[in-house]
């Protein structure tokens, strides 16, 4: 069975300072990998995703992930955040076939202080 | 603008009613998901359906159903409220793999209900 652990429940951070959010995940069969981001009051958005290929993704706000297939880990990272990075981020792993499940982690709540 | 549309943001509702929940998706999504949200769980997969009028457990369905009589609607049923539903619900869609499903799935708002 597929699993995912987000090693941090919070993360506090200052302004401008990088950031690391860590995932890891188990499961046996070959998996695709994503990040979604919750802003307060407001539903999951989907932040990026690995399918295949170069092992590292980037979003269009600078985030970025790495697939750690020795490691298992997907941990997401960015260089310099901004206030307007708070918010809660949820790992997520699926299987390649099937009914596209989706496993989520617990989340990891960025607060970013100015 | 694609979407995923519940019916409602908030709601109030006495232990022992029947509350339903209502998601409409326009993206014509052959699956449809149910999570409640909870702080320090994350997202707990309560049902899902992969086609009309077809349904599948998730990993804590018990005091839930659902119905999918339609594509693009999935409705999540609490045939008893009580307490411990107080909860957030998150509706989701998404394709299967074999057509476009890794492209992962679109959330809804959201529903926060609150069991008295």
């Known amino acids: 069975a597929q699993s995912v652990t987000q090693l941090d429940s919070q993360v506090p951070v200052f302004e401008e300072a990088p950031v690391e959010l860590r995932c890891n995940y188990s499961s046996s069969v070959s998996v695709y990998l994503f990040w979604y981001v919750q802003y307060p009051n407001q539903g999951l958005q989907l932040l990026l995703k690995y399918l295949s290929g170069s092992t590292l993704v980037e979003s269009i706000n600078g985030f970025e992930a790495e697939f750690n297939k020795s490691q298992t880990s997907f941990h997401l990272r960015k260089p310099s955040v901004h206030i307007s990075d708070t918010a809660e981020y949820f790992c997520a792993v699926s299987g390649s076939g099937g009914y596209n499940k989706l496993i989520f982690g617990a989340g990891t709540r960025l607060a970013v202080h100015p | 603008d694609v979407k995923v549309t519940q019916s409602s943001r908030y709601l109030v509702k006495r232990t022992g009613e029947k509350v339903f929940l209502e998601c409409v998706q326009d993206?014509?999504?052959?699956?449809m998901f149910w999570y409640r949200q909870d702080p320090g769980l994350g997202l707990r997969l309560i049902y899902f359906?992969?086609?009309?009028?077809?349904?599948e457990k998730g990993d804590i369905p018990e005091g839930y159903s659902v119905s999918r009589e339609k594509k693009e609607r999935f409705s999540l049923i609490l045939e008893s409220a009580s307490t411990n539903q107080t909860s957030m619900y998150l509706c989701a869609s998404s394709f299967h793999s074999g057509t476009g499903g890794s492209g992962g799935y679109t959330f809804g708002s959201g529903t926060r209900l609150t069991v008295v």
């Open positions: 359906s992969y086609d009309v009028k077809m349904k």
């Open positions: 993206m014509d999504h052959e699956n």
